[in-house]
């Protein structure tokens, strides 16, 4: 979460003199998706399930005292000012952060980096990245997809999650066609039999009760009066008076 939003204030390393009260903008919403990519490359060693880093999880080292002094502290005000200071000092993102990214993550650093120096120039001067940040982020993006298209030598790590992904894929499909097909026939079962049980269990029963074979009742069509012939209306019948 962006340390404004955090602590309900404006950055301090805003250069305007006369700052409007703070409100939740776009900009915020920018910064906290770097954040969350930033807590998956510290924190994860690859891609898909059960990835956490060893050194994450011992509750040691400085990727552990990284994620928790710019991430899991309980403490909104720790952390606003945590991450104030990043801005005040820009190089301390690049050491106590970027540097620890975990070595699969390294073609990610230099979108952090540029999305980075993107928010400082935001927050410094409130002017076009500050205002059309949504712009330069799709921008930026856009050039970091191209350059990691089509590696040619992909981490073994992302060709066995997408070996996983698609076998758990298959797995569930066949299930879910196994399951259909049970369902159809046990519903065609299920009619066909009520059926039977409709035609043959009912004249047999009312044969006993009163020894005489079943006729099944014809309801004639309803009368229809004919049309007369000079409106081509319906011939109402005539009131019996009493």
């Excluded at 999880?57 to 994620?67: K, M, R, S, T």
């Excluded at 945590?82 to 952060?97: D, G, M, R, V």
């Excluded at 712009?135 to 298209?149: C, F, G, P, S, V």
Aim: with cysteine.
């Amino acid at each position: 979460m962006a340390p404004e939003v955090l602590s309900g204030g404006a950055q301090t390393i805003c250069k305007l003199t006369n700052t409007t009260p703070f409100w939740h903008n776009s900009v915020h919403d920018v910064e906290s998706f770097l954040w969350v990519l930033v807590y998956i490359c510290l924190t994860r060693r690859g891609p898909g399930m059960a990835m956490i880093r060893d050194e994450f999880l011992n509750g040691f080292g400085a990727v552990y005292i990284c994620a928790y002094k710019y991430f899991d502290n309980d403490s909104p005000t720790e952390l606003a000012q945590a991450k104030f200071s990043l801005f005040t000092h820009p190089q301390l993102f690049q050491s106590e952060i970027v540097d620890h990214f975990h070595p699969y993550f390294e073609g990610l650093k230099g979108l952090v980096s540029r999305w980075w120096r993107l928010l400082i120039l935001a927050y410094t001067y409130h002017g076009n990245e500050y205002y059309y940040i949504h712009n330069h982020i799709i921008r930026i993006l856009e050039k970091t997809i191209a350059d990691l298209q089509d590696p040619e030598t992909p981490h073994q790590d992302t060709i066995d999650e997408l070996l996983r992904r698609k076998e758990h894929h298959e797995r569930v499909l066949g299930t879910f066609r196994r399951n259909t097909t049970a369902i159809k026939i046990e519903s065609r079962t299920s009619v066909d039999a009520d059926s039977d049980d409709a035609l043959s269990d009912a004249p047999e029963h009312l044969s006993s009760v009163t020894g005489q074979p079943v006729h099944h009742a014809v309801h004639p069509p309803a009368y229809h009066p004919p049309p007369d012939l000079s409106t081509n209306r319906p011939i109402k019948k005539a009131r019996r008076e009493t």
